[in-house]
């Protein structure tokens, strides 16, 4: 059964980079055709997808933050992970990394516990 976990600092100042990733165990990242992706959800908000990495490498991002999103993978580590840049308080949220059998998806099979990031100076 496939597990991920989410990693990162719990709180980022305003104006800096975001860093999270997520160690996969129980299956390979590059394993076809299965799709990865970050998905967060603020205070009193609904999910919202932020992007995926395919199988083979490919990214897809949610066009309202694409400027400000890089997911990039390290095969060797079977890890992924979300670079979010300039962020601003409305980036406090919840993030979840999560498996998908279907590519843009909203419907997911696994997902990670999920991390709690505050943005706050």
């Known amino acids: 059964q496939v597990q991920l976990q989410e990693s990162g600092p719990g709180l980022v100042k305003p104006s800096q980079t975001l860093f999270l990733t997520c160690t996969v165990s129980?299956?390979?990242?590059?394993?076809?055709?299965?799709?990865w992706s970050w998905i967060r959800q603020a205070p009193g908000k609904g999910q919202e997808w932020m992007g995926t990495i395919t199988y083979d490498g490919s990214t897809y991002y949610t066009p309202f933050h694409e400027s400000r999103t890089t997911i990039t993978r390290d095969t060797s580590k079977n890890q992924f992970s979300l670079q979010l840049t300039s962020v601003t308080p409305e980036d406090t949220a919840v993030y979840y990394c999560?498996?998908?059998?279907?590519?843009?998806?909203?419907?997911?099979?696994?997902w990670g516990q999920g991390t709690q990031v505050t943005v706050s100076s």
């Open positions: 129980g299956d390979s990242i590059t394993a076809g055709y299965y799709y």
């Open positions: 999560a498996r998908s059998s279907r590519l843009l998806s909203d419907e997911y099979d696994d």
